[in-house]
């Protein structure tokens, strides 16, 4: 089939290299000339593992070409929209003024047709209603359909989540009328129902909803057991035992219940802001309030490690402290609300001398903190540091080895803000360790985690 995809941002970009490896003929569009000339020249404009490969696989295939030009998109069946819907520089809520700028410019140049429909998809984050007014405007546009088909993709695992998704999800104007858009999207998606994706056919609102929900929920998860974890801090116990064996509950799951710093990134902070500005519009803002906390939960986590820091330091004017991590997580460059990004800002502010170090983040890093504040390779990073803060898991700092990374720094001092050293090992070998949700060892007393725990399998 023909098909364009309009914004190709993260989202859109995957998207529109995995319609070509379905076998699709695929133009993606996008306003940033600099982005659609990286893309033609095989360039991914971001991080993200296999996507590269899946892009130069669709060029040379010749079913994928990217442009700037709205015209050379009149041709298409099938027009997903893949725009960024980012919060309100004045407010919780999304601003759609891309969405409704590309559905204007789309209209301008689609052809009026009397047979088969063109369809125009939806896959942006939007709040529940956004669809049908859009519907009311591209819909007058003879021949033309709108649906919402939300994607669930995570950064890091966005090829792999395209091809294989765990559902796809169909909101059209009606789910109780028969509507032939929704077997023009089968035709699109044939490759993924064949091999047995479930696909979910409902209102606009619903589709709408599945998307801002989940997200909700997951934040929801992840400040639950920050929350436990201010209470593991407060009363000696070790948060990485509770999530462990809360997790074994089938009903609850280990996924996203791993206590730290917290949630960031260019979704999940939005996305529950954007849910509850949305819930307040249709008088319902009481029934998501608890949202309120868990955004307060996530900013409290960041705080709390600038406090542990004076714990371990003293006065952080002018000590060395050295960041692990500027992604909002691993195997990601992007850096849009990150965690790690704003505790550093943060121990700046406190008057540390802080340096950042990121296998992949470090443009983003030095635009938000200065370049002189930015230093490549771990190694060098750590050079001289009083204190060493790992806010971001990637696996290079996941497999340090305490030991060789003592005779690196100034003074063995080590927050772990994503509880992924074993805090046993590292004071061991001579350092005073804190992570986030477990109780300092009492000096001269074994640590809690000297002492495993019965019952818990290795
Ligand atoms: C998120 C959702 O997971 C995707 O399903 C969704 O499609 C996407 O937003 C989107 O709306 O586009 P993503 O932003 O890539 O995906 O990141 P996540 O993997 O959800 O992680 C978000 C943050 O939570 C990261 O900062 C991560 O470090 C943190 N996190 C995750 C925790 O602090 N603890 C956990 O247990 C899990």
Redesign the pocket.
Known sequence: MKISVIGIGY?GAVHAASMAELGHDVIGLDVDPARVAALQAGRAPFHEPGFEELLRRGLASGRLRFTTDYEELAHADVHFLGLGTPQQADGFGADLSHLRSAIASLAAVLPARDGAATLVVGKS?VPAGTSRSLAATIEQVAGVRLMWNP??????FAVQDTLTPDRLVYGVPDPDVEDDRVALLDAVYAPLLEHGVTRLVMGYEAAELVKVS??AF?ATK?SFINAVAEMCEATGADVTDVSRALGMDDRIGHK???A?V???????PK?LRAFLASAEEHGVGEAVGFLHEVDAVNQRRRARVVTLAAEMLGDLAGRRITVLGAA??PDSDDVRES?ALDVAARLLEAGADVRVTDPEALAGAARRLGPERVVAGTEDALAGADLVVLLTEWREYRDLDPATTRRLVDMPRMIDGRNVLDPRQWREAGWEIRSLGRAAAPRGVPSPEATPSVLVPA
């Open positions: 989202l984050t994607e669930f993709l995570r950064e890091g989940a997200n997951l992840i996203f219940l791993r730290g917290g949630y960031g990134g260019g979704c999940l996305d909002f997580k965690p």
